[in-house]
């Protein structure tokens, strides 16, 4: 089974508008990570937010939010105000106590801001 | 703010050829990380690497593959032989300690786009 799973190859929002991208993840551990990284077309990864296991509320860092579910294992990233800087792919990522703190990443969202 | 370097930022070989990839870590840090992105592809895990040997590899880094700190300071990925499909981008990470599930001090390198040709 797929550790992370990211069901939206491509979204496109409208500039200032937000956008939620979709993260589920599979683990039995207890403890464990989420993250998001953006990756610019220039290739590099660029941390965005984290969300711990035993965290209750949910991660904001700036326009990044992060929807965690725990009972639904799912981790959705929430875009405000969209930026045109903001069109990259955005990866979703786990890392569990159990295996040693390797990233396991999603396929990715490809997302584009219209003008 | 502290960065994780690799060096170059792309390369191209001759597939059959020997390529070393080459990463400056934080200085502080105490655990090393190889990943790798076939283009278009989701990124995945190679190795680890701490006090000097490696503590996890997948499936996907074989006998091709090594990786060495020669001096203290630089860590380096080697391919020995290289084949089309080891074309991908590679990312070094390094973290400080032992820092739990945390993100707290995991930072990845830019990447270096291989190309093999």
């Known amino acids: 089974a797929q550790k992370i799973t990211q069901t939206q190859p491509g979204m496109f929002v409208q500039e200032k508008e937000a956008v939620t991208l979709d993260c589920t993840y599979d683990t039995s551990d207890q403890s464990y990570g989420l993250f998001w990284y953006k990756q610019p077309s220039s290739g590099e990864m660029i941390f965005l937010i984290y969300q711990g296991s035993y965290d209750e509320q949910n991660a904001t860092e700036g326009r990044y939010s992060l929807n965690f579910q725990k009972a639904r294992k799912s981790a959705n990233l929430v875009i405000s105000a969209s930026q045109l800087g903001d069109s990259a792919m955005y990866f979703c990522a786990m890392r569990e106590r159990s295996t040693g703190n390797q990233f396991y990443f999603g396929t990715g969202t490809s997302l584009t801001v219209i003008p | 703010e502290p960065e994780v370097t690799q060096t170059p930022s792309h390369q191209v070989t001759q597939m059959g050829q020997e390529v070393i990839l080459r990463c400056v870590p934080i200085?502080?840090?105490?655990?090393f990380y190889w990943y790798r992105q076939i283009l278009g592809q989701k990124v995945e895990f190679l190795v680890s690497?701490?006090?000097?040997?490696?503590?996890?590899k997948s499936e996907i880094f074989d006998d091709q593959f090594s990786v060495e700190r020669p001096d203290g300071s630089n860590f380096t990925l080697k391919i020995r032989s290289t084949k089309l499909e080891d074309s991908a981008m590679y990312f070094c990470a390094s973290r400080e300690g032992f820092t739990g599930i945390t993100n707290y001090g995991y930072t990845f390198g830019s990447g270096t786009r291989l190309t093999v040709v």
């Open positions: 200085s502080n840090h105490l655990y």
């Open positions: 690497f701490y006090n000097n040997e490696i503590s996890e």
